[in-house]
Nanobody
Framework: QVQLVESGGGLVQAGGSLRLSCVGSRIIFSPYPMGWYRQAPGNQRELVARITSGGSTNYVDSVKDRFTISRDDARMTMYLQMNGLKPEDTAVYYC????????????WGQGTQVTVSS
């Protein structure tokens, strides 16, 4: 069974930093565009950062210039470096396949909670 496990969340003050990690088991990342999603209470899950198999990245405007996505396919690991955190970044963060169209092909993990205090 494919499994994605996110970690690295926590409570941080506004302006602080966190680094999230995503490790895949029974999965090969390399062919897939991957992404970090987040879901705040009462909101839909949104894709905030995406990285292709070739390493091209794009970000939702609200996190551009603050978040950096990276991947290490040999270790089946993906990262999200988050700097300059804001209270509105508070959410549960998930990693998954990030196709250009359609739904992710992998099951969702449990996510990791990020809470930013003002």
């Amino acid at each position: 069974q494919v499994q994605l496990v996110e970690s690295g969340g926590g409570l941080v003050q506004a302006g602080g930093s966190l680094r999230l990690s995503c490790v895949g088991s029974r999965i090969i990342f390399s062919p897939y565009p991957m992404g970090w999603y987040r879901q705040a209470p009462g909101n839909q899950r949104e894709l905030v950062a995406r990285i292709t198999s070739g390493g091209s990245t794009n970000y939702v405007d609200s996190v551009k210039d603050r978040f950096t996505i990276s991947r290490d396919d040999a270790r089946m690991t993906m990262y999200l470096q988050m700097n300059g955190l804001k209270p509105e970044d508070t959410a549960v963060y998930y990693c998954n396949h990030a196709p250009s169209a359609g739904a992710p092909v992998f099951s969702w993990g449990q996510g990791t909670q990020v809470t930013v205090s003002s």
